[in-house]
């Protein structure tokens, strides 16, 4: 028995199929890294307190209560519900059930008894719930002997699904278990080399599986978690490092700027001072720029914190020294505002090759796909000849009629918002490969960049430019006190008629598209909370013209608007011919606009923390101070308001990203949507784990440095093979 044989040798067909569907495990691997998320005693009683709402939980509690009510089925007789409480000790929660096997679940389900409950976590009148779970009682006809080693004995409670109870899977997990002692584990490939693993008193892998599913202590659990974190985090470093070492081998042109160019000429006409920050990041950028194997940096900042600026000094040290320079964004009115933003600073020096240019001065092009036929020959042709310098742009970029006369750098906005092969097909255009520079304003925690950007060089902004204005922030109860919005909309009317402008945010558009399969099947009433689709634009924006906002400029903003709408009202906006602009996300990066101070976001708990946090970078860019308020409908006691609770309390984005973190799972964070592939990590939390991430990536740079193509360690190579398949490894491609 191998790690990589399929799981239908070992359980059956119909069951590996329940398997590969509903939790995607494919192999007897993918089953036995398939780890309990927790484990209970089974005379032990589980917390109910902090269950997530609409996830399939298994907990371990006992029945207090269980009552039959009688209710009337709307004219079609009556119907009966047994509503079951159980309790941990501290909390309590209720299970329902109804039908035919109402009576089965009393007698079953008698006060006193202890079980496992499987089921989705819901909300019913305002109180968590689980509907017609599944369960295993866990002390009906035990023998008084056995009793006392039955209650001490560690429960694996599994990650799982409605098609499949952890108790399913702990028991196909035994025969995977059983059949691989059978063979002596001898189809284990063991990825840590037994230098290091002895180095760092680590267990061995047959062992630590053993552990991990089948602990008899505590102490199991915890040599198991070690071993087991310590594979995921050097693999991945291992992988991480390998870039690394390919990218050194590669060869570039240095980019040194000229002295008396280009670059001096911009940096003697800037009206104001960079800030310390900005100076140190430029001065680590132009050391990159300056070597013969291509620069890999990762520029990190606030909003506002000044990365186009920097971006913009690298742009013109390439110019400079011979080469152009290439900026990629994310949409079509990130691209025009960053080309009108570097035009404007640059002035004359943007204008090379025409009247009143400057000396030094070169072309700034803009290339999107809406640009007509004209604009875009001349761009084209301006890009092959050298004659621009600089051209921004959206994926338009990388259409193949595109070509550089010497592209050196390419500056990447927004990185997670490309895929690899965009950014490869611009990368390609390059007579050597250029310098690649990639910048995100969403705060990432050391120990992520340590892992998703973990092949780049990392610097941080995290000064802000003088003359920023603070944010404030509040969360508005929409459902338990409506006099709060009423008063956010008051608040939006004051800043208009102090001069100033708002954005109104929505998570939905509201057209046509955009209803296509909503709506379909009736809610329960345990998805009381989610029952109505997210607000949309286009009805918010006609209710606030018709109502609160009646006599304002309302204008709304959204993806699917014709390019030409969407820049002219993004104008009018930047001019202050639009009052309240209602939008969608579309505005999440880039927009500047100083004198808008307030946002308004409606149904906020349907963002991340971190999209908020960058939502509401739009406002208070001015001199004016900066006003946010998250609307929502959530209770009070749910995850979702403790969650808009946190961004009001800090405008610190390192620390809400550590919470948005921690509430998300570790697999979206590490590119799991990205690279459309299930995480390699089950173990490892890139938040709690920073001294193991940073100790792997230490010894895996070792390793690869000695042994670049890990002849000497098979065994990592093929725990490499599978767990970084080839959509992965694509993924951690990003520079």
Same mark, same amino acid.
């Given at each position: 028995?191998?790690?990589?044989?399929?799981?239908?040798?070992?359980?059956?067909?119909?069951?590996?199929?329940?398997?590969?569907?509903?939790?995607?495990?494919?192999?007897?691997?993918?089953?036995?890294?398939?780890?309990?998320?927790?484990?209970?005693?089974?005379?032990?009683?589980?917390?109910?307190?902090?269950?997530?709402?609409?996830?399939?939980?298994?907990?371990?509690?006992?029945?207090?209560?269980?009552?039959?009510?009688?209710?009337?089925?709307?004219?079609?007789?009556?119907?009966?519900?047994?509503?079951?409480?159980?309790?941990?000790?501290?909390? &309590?929660?209720?299970?329902?059930?109804?039908?035919?096997?109402?009576?089965?679940?009393?007698?079953?389900?008698?006060?006193?008894?202890?079980?496992?409950? +499987?089921?989705?976590?819901?909300?019913?009148?305002?109180?968590?719930?689980?509907?017609?779970?599944?369960?295993?009682?866990?002390?009906?006809?035990?023998?008084?002997?056995?009793?006392? +080693?039955?209650?001490?004995?560690?429960?694996?409670?599994?990650?799982?699904?409605?098609?499949?109870?952890?108790?399913?899977?702990?028991?196909?997990?035994?025969?995977?278990?059983?059949?691989?002692?059978?063979?002596?584990?001898?189809?284990?490939?063991?990825?840590?080399?037994?230098?290091?693993?002895?180095?760092?008193?680590?267990?061995?892998?047959?062992?630590?599986?053993?552990?991990?599913?089948?602990?008899?202590?505590?102490?199991?659990?915890?040599?198991?978690?070690?071993?087991?974190?310590?594979?995921?985090?050097?693999?991945?470093?291992?992988?991480?490092?390998?870039?690394?070492?390919?990218?050194?081998?590669?060869?570039?042109?240095?980019?040194?700027?000229?002295?008396?160019?280009?670059?001096?000429?911009?940096?003697?006409?800037?009206?104001?001072?960079?800030?310390?920050?900005?100076?140190?990041?430029?001065?680590?950028?132009?050391?990159?720029?300056?070597?013969?194997?291509?620069?890999?940096?990762?520029?990190?900042?606030?909003?506002?914190?000044?990365?186009?600026?920097?971006?913009?000094?690298?742009?013109?040290?390439?110019?400079?020294?011979?080469?152009?320079?290439?900026?990629?964004?994310?949409?079509?009115?990130?691209?025009?505002?960053?080309?009108?933003?570097?035009?404007?600073?640059?002035?004359?020096?943007?204008?090379?090759?025409?009247?009143?240019?400057?000396?030094?001065?070169?072309?700034?092009?803009?290339?999107?796909?809406?640009?007509?036929?004209?604009?875009?020959?001349?761009?084209?042709?301006?890009?092959?000849?050298?004659?621009?310098?600089?051209?921004?742009?959206?994926?338009?970029?990388?259409?193949?009629?595109?070509?550089?006369?010497?592209?050196?750098?390419?500056?990447?906005?927004?990185?997670?918002?490309?895929?690899?092969?965009?950014?490869?097909?611009?990368?390609?255009?390059?007579?050597?490969?250029?310098?690649?520079?990639?910048?995100?304003?969403?705060?990432?925690?050391?120990?992520?960049?340590?892992?998703?950007?973990?092949?780049? %060089?990392?610097?941080?902004?995290?000064?802000?430019?003088?003359?920023?204005?603070?944010?404030?922030?509040?969360?508005?109860?929409?459902?338990?006190?409506?006099?709060?919005?009423?008063?956010?909309?008051?608040?939006?009317?004051?800043?208009?008629?102090?001069?100033?402008?708002?954005?109104?945010?929505?998570?939905?558009?509201?057209?046509?598209?955009?209803?296509?399969?909503?709506?379909?099947?009736?809610?329960?009433?345990?998805?009381?909370?989610?029952?109505?689709?997210?607000?949309?634009?286009?009805?918010?924006?006609?209710?606030?013209?018709?109502?609160?906002?009646?006599?304002?400029?309302?204008?709304?903003?959204?993806?699917?608007?014709?390019?030409?709408?969407?820049?002219?009202?993004? &104008?009018?906006?930047?001019?202050?011919?639009?009052?309240?602009?209602?939008?969608?996300?579309?505005?999440?990066?880039?927009?500047?606009?100083?004198?808008?101070?307030?946002?308004?976001?409606?149904?906020?708990?349907?963002?991340?923390?971190?999209?908020?946090?960058?939502?509401?970078? &739009?406002?208070?860019?001015?001199?004016?101070?900066?006003?946010?308020?998250?609307?929502? %409908?959530?209770?009070?006691?749910?995850?979702?308001?403790?969650?808009?609770?946190?961004?009001?309390?800090?405008?610190?984005?390192? %620390?809400?990203?550590?919470?948005?973190?921690?509430?998300?799972?570790?697999?979206?964070?590490?590119?799991?949507?990205?690279?459309?592939?299930?995480?390699?990590?089950?173990?490892?939390?890139?938040?709690?784990?920073?001294?193991?991430?940073?100790?792997?990536?230490?010894?895996?740079?070792?390793?690869?440095?000695?042994?670049?193509?890990?002849?000497?360690?098979?065994?990592?190579?093929?725990?490499?093979?599978?767990?970084?398949?080839?959509?992965?490894?694509?993924?951690?491609?990003?520079?």
């Amino acid at each position: 028995m191998r790690l990589e044989d399929p799981l239908k040798t070992l359980l059956g067909a119909a069951t590996a199929k329940v398997m590969a569907e509903h939790m995607d495990l494919r192999t007897v691997g993918d089953l036995l890294h398939h780890y309990p998320r927790k484990y209970a005693e089974r005379g032990e009683l589980t917390a109910l307190s902090d269950l997530p709402l609409d996830e399939h939980v298994t907990v371990v509690a006992q029945v207090a209560d269980a009552r039959v009510h009688t209710f009337n089925k709307g004219g079609r007789g009556k119907g009966q519900r047994l509503e079951v409480t159980i309790t941990d000790g501290s909390g &309590r929660m209720q299970l329902v059930f109804f039908g035919r096997t109402v009576h089965f679940h009393q007698k079953e389900l008698l006060p006193g008894r202890r079980a496992m409950f +499987a089921g989705k976590v819901g909300l019913f009148n305002r109180r968590l719930q689980l509907a017609h779970p599944e369960y295993k009682l866990l002390d009906a006809e035990s023998g008084t002997d056995t009793v006392k +080693a039955f209650a001490s004995e560690l429960l694996p409670l599994y990650p799982a699904c409605k098609q499949l109870e952890s108790w399913t899977i702990e028991q196909s997990v035994a025969i995977a278990l059983d059949s691989m002692a059978a063979t002596g584990w001898s189809g284990l490939a063991d990825p840590l080399p037994p230098a290091l693993r002895e180095g760092r008193g680590l267990t061995d892998l047959a062992d630590a599986l053993v552990k991990v599913h089948r602990p008899r202590t505590k102490a199991d659990i915890a040599d198991a978690r070690d071993r087991l974190k310590w594979d995921e985090a050097f693999v991945l470093q291992v992988a991480l490092a390998r870039r690394r070492h390919a990218d050194t081998q590669l060869p570039a042109v240095p980019r040194r700027p000229a002295p008396g160019g280009l670059l001096d000429a911009f940096d003697a006409k800037l009206p104001f001072t960079l800030t310390e920050g900005q100076r140190k990041v430029s001065r680590e950028i132009f050391d990159d720029l300056a070597t013969d194997h291509p620069m890999h940096r990762l520029l990190q900042g606030e909003v506002g914190s000044g990365k186009t600026m920097v971006a913009l000094r690298a742009m013109l040290a390439v110019v400079d020294a011979g080469g152009q320079a290439a900026m990629l964004a994310p949409t079509e009115v990130l691209a025009q505002q960053h080309h009108r933003s570097v035009t404007e600073m640059m002035g004359e020096l943007a204008e090379g090759g025409m009247l009143g240019g400057a000396e030094h001065a070169t072309k700034v092009v803009l290339l999107t796909g809406s640009m007509g036929a004209a604009g875009r020959r001349q761009a084209l042709l301006d890009l092959i000849t050298g004659e621009a310098g600089i051209v921004i742009g959206t994926h338009a970029l990388i259409e193949d009629k595109v070509r550089f006369d010497d592209l050196g750098l390419v500056v990447v906005d927004e990185q997670h918002r490309f895929g690899v092969e965009q950014r490869d097909a611009l990368r390609g255009k390059g007579k050597q490969p250029p310098h690649l520079l990639v910048m995100t304003a969403t705060p990432i925690p050391r120990t992520v960049a340590m892992t998703v950007f973990g092949d780049l %060089e990392t610097s941080v902004l995290d000064q802000l430019p003088a003359g920023r204005s603070p944010i404030a922030s509040h969360v508005v109860p929409a459902a338990d006190k409506p006099h709060f919005l009423a008063r956010a909309w008051e608040r939006v009317r004051e800043e208009v008629e102090g001069g100033h402008q708002a954005y109104v945010v929505c998570p939905r558009i509201g057209d046509e598209e955009d209803q296509k399969g909503k709506g379909k099947g009736k809610a329960s009433p345990e998805d009381e909370a989610e029952k109505r689709p997210p607000l949309a634009v286009l009805e918010v924006a006609e209710q606030l013209r018709a109502g609160p906002l009646a006599g304002l400029r309302v204008e709304v903003l959204h993806g699917r608007m014709h390019p030409d709408d969407k820049d002219d009202v993004m &104008r009018r906006f930047a001019a202050a011919e639009v009052d309240v602009l209602v939008a969608t996300t579309v505005i999440e990066v880039g927009v500047n606009v100083p004198n808008a101070t307030a946002m308004v976001i409606m149904d906020a708990d349907r963002f991340g923390v971190s999209q908020l946090h960058q939502l509401r970078g &739009r406002v208070g860019r001015g001199s004016a101070a900066g006003l946010c308020l998250l609307v929502t %409908e959530m209770p009070e006691a749910s995850p979702a308001r403790q969650r808009l609770g946190a961004v009001a309390a800090t405008l610190d984005g390192f %620390e809400l990203s550590r919470i948005d973190l921690e509430q998300r799972r570790e697999g979206d964070v590490l590119g799991q949507a990205q690279s459309g592939v299930r995480s390699s990590l089950r173990m490892l939390t890139v938040i709690d784990d920073e001294e193991v991430i940073a100790a792997a990536r230490e010894e895996a740079t070792a390793l690869v440095l000695a042994d670049p193509d890990l002849t000497a360690h098979p065994e990592l190579r093929t725990a490499l093979d599978a767990l970084l398949d080839k959509d992965r490894e694509e993924y951690l491609e990003k520079g």
